[in-house]
């Protein structure tokens, strides 16, 4: 009953936090505005699985092609033993794949008596070896290795069929994640679900295949992450280390238990297993060795289980959980605390601050060994973004498994340690029900920036009473949260100072933005031109990018004429396109890639009149050696130092002239310069934040 009252009163919350803030888009955005902003939020892909079926194989191989470049990156191993037309049908996937990775492949052949040894060695481009007598699939899959040529290994079945992109996406793990030892890929049977999102060995070494018969789509089944093995239709591992560990071990000839024994011997040279769900392999379990493991070769399954057990006694004891455990406990190999993170939506760091921030706390728990769980307010699945948090590491949720806030609560409440809630009204409604569903863990109010803080600026410039009444409200919403949850964060020492005054007694950390120095660029002769960054979703930097063309641009083009601004952001109105038609204004709209204008241009501007928190493309300027010009509301709270990290200018005219002083001047711009990558060194690099994180974490109560 009182869960059901809670459901009820989140839902009137919610619609209350949505109500209002449809009231603030109407009043900032206008009614074009806020329905494109609407649209956005929403229209959304489904993250839905969607397999290539397999492709028909031709008895006689016509056709059919396999690359064989002179420095192949990945030698793809595939022992057969009959089956001509499977392994034909295997061959045509991996030739059809599209993968950009250079790769050969190797077939064994380990003494069939249909066509394959008549057939597979006129096929062009493939390396054929066939064993002088029956090996097994261990030792064909040995002797294969042998033949390989590549940086990697890659095994796979030939009763599989590879999906568009699987072979990059595995081998990516390896780059992304550089102490993994192994890699394997997500396995869907032909009927489209899910075979294995890696694999389990329980305490009593047996196993178990994670996500057996789900949907491939489900969130759990979708983030890269830690595992105990993976099955051997589709594995990678380096070459060197596949030799240095003797291959495949003979004690389980001629098959079943290789991979599991495998992925223990990687695990103790100090490497990772990882599974790869952007590697999808369509298997046909059972097409070459049956399923019945009362006779033929899957009897070696349980024999071979004994044999594993006795190997690896102790660390099973030690590591694994047994079976009553479930799947979901003995899964979380790897992960030491679990940790709920909530925000409107999904991160988009190549389009905001925030999100660049989120995206960066996101990895620091994950590099702090958390197991980490993400959903969007908006449940939505967003595409390309939410594969970058997957692959992350973090297991992201999406609509329709997250349909239903408070069931899904009531569900996964007590899995975690810790939730993070940014922004007021996303943590708002969802509070009462965090402390009732998740009685354990600690709740942290991450206000991304004080918005009442930015609402009240804003109103203030403009003359808005309507507008100082919602930041009012919205003062209220943020300080009874402050006063709710166990932690809250800001991203400023002067919003920690300001809340000192307002919420006394509260427990506050300053988390603000997080950057790496970059790459050092061009010098000062080598750079032109200004440049100003900012989503134009966020009204202040539209008031910025106005205030920029229409007062300030004219004055410094008095002096300078031609100087070239560039103004770079999406989400841009009518009105901030149209500065493009602007003599000296280039307007790039959204830049995904803002690298190669850091480096061209010699000054980047902030002309803020309000706003509040740490702002990011001054940050993302500094930890570029770009120095900047800004007004003292865009670097409040960041520790500059006008005349040593940054210049500072506050109307028009000061801010013309500091822009050509600093344009003009090449000892002024090193030494700002300098000067802002060692304020990024100090303030805002990664290492700063893991500091109060890690206290945090160090908090909470053992599991």
Not at 166 to 175: K, N, V
Not at 596 to 614: D, W
Request: glycine share 10%; hydrophobic share 40%; aromatic share 8%.
């Amino acid at each position: 009953m009182r869960a059901g009252l809670q459901g009820l009163a989140f839902r009137l919350r919610q619609l209350r936090s949505l109500g209002s803030r449809g009231i603030t888009s109407l009043r900032v955005r206008g009614w074009t505005g806020t329905l494109e902003r609407w649209r956005q939020r929403r229209a959304a892909p489904s993250g839905e699985s969607r397999l290539v079926p397999p492709p028909s194989a031709s008895a006689s191989g016509a056709a059919l092609r396999l690359p064989r470049p002179v420095a192949p990156r990945a030698s793809i191993v595939v022992p057969v033993y009959n089956q001509l037309h499977m392994t034909l049908a295997c061959l045509r996937a991996l030739a059809d794949s599209g993968d950009a990775t250079a790769f050969e492949v190797i077939v064994v052949d380990d003494g069939s008596s249909d066509a394959t040894a008549e057939l597979l060695p006129t096929i062009p481009g493939l390396v054929f070896h066939r064993n002088p007598k029956n090996l097994g699939f261990i030792g064909a899959c040995n002797a294969g290795a042998t033949k390989a040529r590549g940086e990697f290994l890659v095994f796979l079945n030939n009763d599989t069929t590879v999906q568009p992109g699987w072979l990059d996406a595995l081998l990516a793990t390896f780059e992304r994640y550089p102490d993994t030892g192994l890699a394997g890929s997500k396995l869907v049977y032909p009927d489209g679900r899910l075979q294995e999102a890696g694999g389990i060995i329980f305490a009593d070494g047996s196993c178990w295949n994670y996500g057996r018969f789900e949907d491939p789509a489900h969130p759990r089944c979708n983030f890269v992450r830690e595992v105990d093995y993976c099955s051997g239709a589709s594995i990678a591992i380096r070459r060197d280390l596949f030799e240095d560990l003797d291959g495949f071990d003979g004690l389980y000839s001629p098959a079943y238990y290789e991979d599991t024994d495998l992925a223990m011997r990687v695990r103790r040279q100090g490497l990772k297993v990882r599974y790869q769900p952007a590697s999808v392999v369509v298997h046909h379990e059972g097409a070459t060795s049956g399923t019945d493991t009362g006779s033929g070769v899957k009897a070696y399954q349980v024999a071979n289980q004994i044999k594993f057990v006795e190997r690896w006694r102790e660390v099973l004891a030690r590591d694994h959980r047994p079976p009553s455990a479930g799947a979901e406990v003995a899964s979380e190999r790897g992960r030491n605390r679990r940790v709920l993170v909530l925000d409107a939506c999904t991160p988009t760091p190549d389009r905001d601050s925030g999100s660049l921030r989120m995206t960066a706390l996101l990895r620091l728990l994950r590099e702090e060994g958390c197991s980490v769980v993400f959903f969007p307010e908006n449940r939505a699945h967003d595409g390309a973004y939410t594969e970058a948090l997957q692959q992350l590491g973090v297991e992201a949720w999406w609509h329709p498994w997250l349909a239903d806030v408070p069931r899904w609560l009531a569900q996964h409440g007590d899995r975690f340690d810790l939730v993070i809630g940014s922004r007021h009204y996303v943590l708002g409604p969802v509070l009462p029900l965090l402390r009732l569903q998740a009685p354990r863990a600690r709740v942290v109010f991450d206000t991304v920036d004080l918005h009442f803080l930015r609402e009240q600026r804003e109103a203030e410039l403009a003359g808005d009473a309507a507008g100082l009444r919602t930041a009012a409200r919205t003062r209220k919403a943020e300080l009874a949260l402050v006063a709710q949850a166990d932690l809250t964060w800001v991203v400023s020492e002067a919003e920690r100072v300001l809340l000192a005054s307002e919420a006394p007694g509260a427990r506050v950390d300053v988390v603000s933005n997080i950057h790496d120095i970059a790459e050092p660029g061009p010098g000062f002769a080598g750079r032109e031109g200004l440049l100003f960054v900012g989503g134009f979703r966020h009204p202040p930097n539209v008031d910025a990018a106005l205030w920029l063309a229409e007062d300030i641009l004219p004055r410094i083009h008095a002096r300078h004429p031609g100087l070239p601004l560039h103004l770079v952001g999406g989400d841009s109105s009518p009105a901030v396109k149209a500065l493009g038609q602007r003599a000296g204004i280039h307007f790039h709209g959204y830049v995904p890639d803002l690298g190669p204008l850091l480096r061209e241009v010699r000054v980047s501007v902030a002309p803020l009149r309000y706003g509040a928190g740490v702002k990011g493309k001054v940050n993302q300027a500094l930890a570029h050696g770009l120095p900047v010009v800004a007004t003292t509301c865009a670097v409040e709270g960041m520790h500059l130092v006008d005349g040593q990290d940054v210049l500072v200018a506050d109307d028009a005219e000061a801010f013309a002239d500091a822009v050509l002083r600093l344009h003009d001047d090449a000892t002024l711009w090193s030494r700002l310069s300098e000067g802002g990558l060692e304020n990024t060194r100090r303030h805002f690099s990664p290492d700063v934040v893991r500091a109060p994180l890690r206290r945090l974490l160090d908090e909470l109560p053992g599991r």
